[in-house]
């Protein structure tokens, strides 16, 4: 199993830091870095700003938000990274949800398997540069021929020949269609919500997906990324402090990322067996109650998500994610030193 520096997407502002911490998870052997984007900065700068001083590491986005681009931009952001970092780009992309897709990017959310085939399709006809890129729609129709149209569009083929024809594809999927999907059209998945103690559940749905006609990997060759939030820590009282810690930002998932009738985050907390509160998590962070309903995420689900505590119980923890099939594990680390210091761990 390889480490991924999980850098994520900005708060209010820029993070501090960030060099630094890139710099070290070069030198210190991880695999990959990779940048989020949310509603404010976007996945892809940052990745290549940052990205620009290393020589070695993987750079992928997880995710990007495929509404926010048409497949044509975002092949064209993929190929021009590509050759600016000498062939190391993962192309993570998701759907997000209905509220950032048709409340920031003006976007219809509705059939998001089907968009999110066409967009993979598209995707991958630019990079091959076989022949100008058509598609019929519904989604992406190329030429554009709807409303509006002049009747002027042709097929094109980019200028730019691709250093890579076949730059791989990890996709971010959380229901079982969307999972199923994603292990038969991707090269690897990105999950949310993936831990040792619910992988078992999401087995069948992969399985699924490798099983259909002209599925695109195997078991044996396809990439499961998960991300964590690792930390060393010296003490039980270090250690509660960082688990507290982490419980509000599992409440803001669980019961605020989304409306009320449709929240994906929170489908996938109720099958993970936690529906008993998160109907009660998202009622009280609803309605402004945010500490109340931190305070009702349970200590073992902060550590089936998540490993902290000392070195030894890092090492179990991080062997027992491998042991479900992770082959890379995307690290949120906050300093240089801790980089180092957990490279030295797993090394």
């Known amino acids: ?195 040792p103690k619910t992988a078992g559940m999401y087995q069948p749905w992969l399985d699924e997906g490798f099983a259909r006609p002209g599925a695109r990997r195997t078991r044996a060759d396809f990439e499961i990324a998960a991300t964590c939030h690792l930390q060393i820590t010296a003490g039980e009282d270090q250690r509660r402090a960082v688990v507290d810690g982490l419980k509000p930002v599992i409440a803001l998932y669980m019961g605020g990322m989304g409306a009320k009738d449709q929240n994906f985050h929170k489908d996938v907390f109720d099958r993970m067996g936690y529906d008993s509160i998160s109907g009660r998590v998202q009622e009280l962070f609803l309605s402004g109650k945010r500490d109340e309903a931190a305070a009702l995420i349970p200590d073992e689900l902060v550590d089936d998500m998540h490993i902290v505590g000392d070195a030894g119980y890092v090492r179990e923890r991080v062997a027992a994610w491998e042991e479900t099939g992770v082959t890379t594990l995307l690290l949120s680390l906050r300093s240089a030193d801790e980089v180092r210091q957990v490279a030295a761990l797993l090394a």
């Open 1 to 195: 199993m390889k480490l991924g520096l999980q850098l994520g997407y900005w708060g209010a502002q820029p993070p501090d830091g960030v060099a630094e911490l890139v710099a070290a998870a070069e030198s210190a052997g991880f695999d990959a870095l990779f940048t989020a984007e949310a509603w404010g900065s976007d996945a892809f700068t940052p990745l290549a700003w940052w990205g620009r001083e290393t020589s070695r590491l993987r750079l992928g986005t997880s995710i990007v938000q495929m509404s926010g681009r048409t497949p044509t931009s975002i092949a064209m952001h993929v190929l021009t990274l590509d050759h600016l970092s000498g062939g190391r780009v993962v192309l993570g992309m998701g759907v997000s949800g209905p509220q950032v897709v048709e409340g920031w990017y003006g976007q219809p959310f509705s059939k998001p398997l089907a968009r999110t085939r066409e967009v993979v399709e598209i995707i991958r006809r630019v990079l091959a540069r076989k022949e100008p890129v058509t598609n019929p729609g519904p989604h992406h129709p190329l030429p554009y021929d709807g409303p509006g149209a002049v009747g002027l569009g042709k097929p094109l083929r980019s200028i730019v020949h691709p250093l890579r024809a076949d730059v791989p594809i990890w996709l971010g999927a959380e229901g079982p269609k969307n999972v199923a999907q994603t292990a038969e059209i991707a090269d690897g998945w990105i999950p949310i919500f993936y831990t």
